[in-house]
């Protein structure tokens, strides 16, 4: 048992966390423990001068003393008082430290993290393992070190006062201690199956919120109302009656530690002055001392038996934390890469074959090219892998087998800054951060200037409906860009291309949510923007790959069909299907 309890604490969470946080903060720690000693001296003082004090009040040729024994417990109270500042406020400091550098270090895991580790994790339960880790990890180290130096020294303090002035009753009180502490034992195997599924139920609350939020219109479009209701409600409860649960566990131990406490009074007096065998004569004070003692003694007892039950509480959401914080991240840049070079961005797909986690294949055994200032168009049943390919050049996953390059550098031993700034990407979904308008678009590029950023969304022709908005480029966007439309929305994210000047555009369906009279304007910037930049165009509407240099039919993942516009019409294969379905049928 005591061997298990080692091993784990070693090997385990315990024994890391402890380790990281005393070496980190390891001199508020200090002065925390070392205030902590003074306060279970000077809580043993307390109950020590009981003696004193009594005896002086009860035994006339100790009235002299008077003057001297208060001011020693004057100053003794002060002491404590003090002590306990200092151990409160140091504690404090060094546990919200712990939360901040682990809450630091699990973002910056995560933001390294790869496209896609987060379309596998929801977001919920990232939430809540940033929040509520690194706060279990604070709990955890707080209730060791109160929990070994803190009370643990006050009850040998305390113990050794009650020793010292009643040798014999003190045996009374070891025999009923250590019975106590043994109920609790039973108590703690049931409270880590019920934080496991506590976790679980408030990281539902927080997805339930977060598709409220994100999802409300469909809501309430499909009336679902009563559906979300029932499953809020169902993890508030489940919450609810795990958090009881615990709180039972908890609560167990004090009322049943107090009896015992009373118990052990109660004997203490009828002893003491019946007398028991071997008793030495005793005085008031003394007696009054060791009752304190006691009595003292039981805030301590009651913590650490306690203890376990609390770090058992923490391990679950300390252990899904570490468990973020350890897991490799496999796509990771190469540690010798290099700059991607500033050539003209000709883009080459060898053999490339590949499938999201680790599934069938999207892309199969591709051979293409695409050429440097030139345009290809990639069109293709929805489903095809035409917006995977574009991954793949970003590099948000790896290939199976195969390898894409760029100006013929194989994308794996290039750093991933170089290789994003060499690439503007547009897609169908645009994302707003939570800021102006400006400094939205100036993502793009921190550089710009004010007039640099406006001159592209003039040509994006997006300036017209910025300049109508209430603070103009000084708007704030709202969450995701709530007041926005979605051609709006795009219209800023071609803004962003355009301030973005890269060797390589992708559009993916990046014309889509504009109506036909943007989409002529904003095909009009496009069409200056791709001038000499390799760009390749993902569309449905055959009207805006008409003009590419190169049209590439893709088909499960396969290139069936590849040329300009009129060999592809005249072959009369795929895309001629595809061109006619939509030019020659009647207008419906
Ligand atoms: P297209 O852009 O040609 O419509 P996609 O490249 O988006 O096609 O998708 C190709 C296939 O890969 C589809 O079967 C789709 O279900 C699947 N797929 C796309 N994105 C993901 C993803 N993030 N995770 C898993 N499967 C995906
Ligand atoms: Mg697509």
Known sequence: MIKEAWTRWRSGHIGRLLGESLRNQGWLYGIAMIAMVLVAATTAGTAWMMENIVNTMTEPDKRSQVYLVAGAVASLFFCKAAASYVQAIFLARAGNRIIAVQQERLFAKLIKRGVGFFERTESSSLLMRVTQGAQAARRLVDVIVTGFVRDALTLVGLVVVMVYQQPMLSVLFFVVGPIAMFGVRFLLKSVRAIMQSEMKALSEIIKVMQETSGGITIIKVLALEDHMSQRMNGAIRSVEQRANSISKLQSVASPLMEFLAGLAVAGVLIISTVGFAGSQPTTAGQLMSFITALLMAYEPAKRLSKMRVVIETTLVPIGMMFELLDQEEPMRESPDAKELSSGPGKIRLKNLTFGYHGKPKVINNMNMTFEAGKTTAL??????????????????????????????????????????????????????????????????????????????????????????????????????????????????????????????????????ALDAESEALVKAALDKLTKNVTTIVIAHRLSTVLEADNIVVIQEGEVIEEGNLDTLIKKGGAFRRLFDQQFKQPAS
């Not at 390919?389 to 195969?402: C, H, N």
């Not at 590029?445 to 950023?453: M, Q, S, W, Y």
């Open 379 to 512: 069109v293709g049943q929805s489903g095809g892998g035409k917006s995977t390919i574009f991954g793949l050049i970003m590099r948000f996953y790896d290939p199976a087998s195969g390898t894409v390059e760029i100006d013929d550098q194989d994308l794996h031993g290039v750093t991933f800054a170089s290789l994003r700034r060499k690439i503007s990407y547009v897609g169908q979904e645009t994302f707003l951060f939570s800021a102006t308008v400006m400094e939205n678009l100036r993502f793009a590029n921190p550089a710009a200037t004010d007039e640099e950023v406006m001159e592209a969304a003039r040509a994006a022709h997006a300036h017209d409906f910025i300049s109508k908005l209430h603070h103009g480029y000084d708007t704030e966007v709202g969450e995701n860009g709530a007041f926005l439309s979605g051609g709006q929305k795009q219209r800023l994210a071609i803004a962003r291309a355009i301030l973005r000047k890269s060797e390589i555009l992708l559009l993916d369906e990046a014309t889509s």
